[in-house]
């Protein structure tokens, strides 16, 4: 997958060289920058103006926006997306439909953000990557590339940590432990110790319903649980323990 980044900080995108991100470069992904400065109006390096209208802060102008999209050959562009807190809110769902597109162009504002006729004019899709204001897009497009980068095969190892993430079944995962099996007098608990392959399946599935019911019952509300889910729900809920 190939994704082209207009911004006005290229470096940024340096931080995406560790972790499990990084082996993907090695296999199927790829970045490229276009700075944006390097399409300004002037010698200068003007790339923003003041709002018509008044207002505080900068925009910034549609020509050094399109010059730098232009680049890059509609064949390569493939989807454009400008991050943007009026975007739509970025979900897991809309993260596994882009990790199957060949490419992704994404634009980061800066200021106040972008004119709107380059947003009309050359954007496909605004996402927002939740209700907070960042300083700049380049943020909010590293959260999008990670996301989706971890859902192309062979970035993951175990390809069963993706299935199992939060949000692939619609909820949150339960709590999880490792050594050593006390730690400042709380114990793990027991059944996870037990070896019954299908009692802590049981445990875990439980647990995940109870973290989601108790921190994020929307999501639990635009479920259709199982009968076997309900069945555990309703055991935490009638007896009220965590
Ligand atoms: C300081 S923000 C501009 C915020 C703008 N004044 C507003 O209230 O909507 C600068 C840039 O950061 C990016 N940005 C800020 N918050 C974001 C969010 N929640 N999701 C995606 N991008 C965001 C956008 O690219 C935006 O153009």
């Given at each position: ?174 709590p999880a432990y490792t050594r050593p099996e006390t730690f400042e007098d709380i114990k793990v608990p027991d059944?996870l110790l ?48 965590l």
């Amino acid at each position: 997958m190939k994704f082209n980044i207009l911004t006005i900080f290229p470096e940024i995108f340096n931080i995406l060289n560790h972790g499990v991100i990084s082996k993907a470069f090695e296999k199927n992904l790829s970045i490229n920058c276009y700075d944006i400065r390097e399409n300004a109006i002037n010698k200068h390096g003007q790339i923003d103006g003041k709002p018509y209208g008044g207002g505080e802060g900068m925009l910034m102008m549609a020509q050094p926006l399109k010059e730098t999209l232009s680049k890059i050959s509609s064949k390569d562009r493939g989807h454009v997306i400008y991050l943007s807190p009026q975007g739509k809110k970025l979900s897991q769902e809309s993260v596994i439909n882009y990790s199957k597109m060949k490419s992704l162009t994404l634009v980061c504002g800066r200021y106040e953000g972008v004119d709107q006729r380059f947003i009309d004019k050359y954007v496909d899709e605004e996402i927002s990557i939740g209700d907070f204001i960042l300083s700049g897009g380049e943020y909010a497009a590293i959260c999008l590339i990670d996301a989706i980068a971890r859902n192309l095969p062979g970035t993951i190892g175990n390809e069963d940590s993706i299935k199992n993430d939060s949000f692939s079944n619609g909820l949150l995962k339960g709590p999880a432990y490792t050594r050593p099996e006390t730690f400042e007098d709380i114990k793990v608990p027991d059944v996870l110790l037990s070896g019954n392959h299908s009692k802590i399946n049981e445990w875990k599935t439980q647990k995940s319903l109870i973290q989601t019911y108790i921190r994020r019952p929307d999501l639990i509300n635009e479920l259709k649980l199982t009968k076997k889910q309900k069945k555990l729900l309703e055991e935490w809920t009638s007896k009220d323990i965590l």
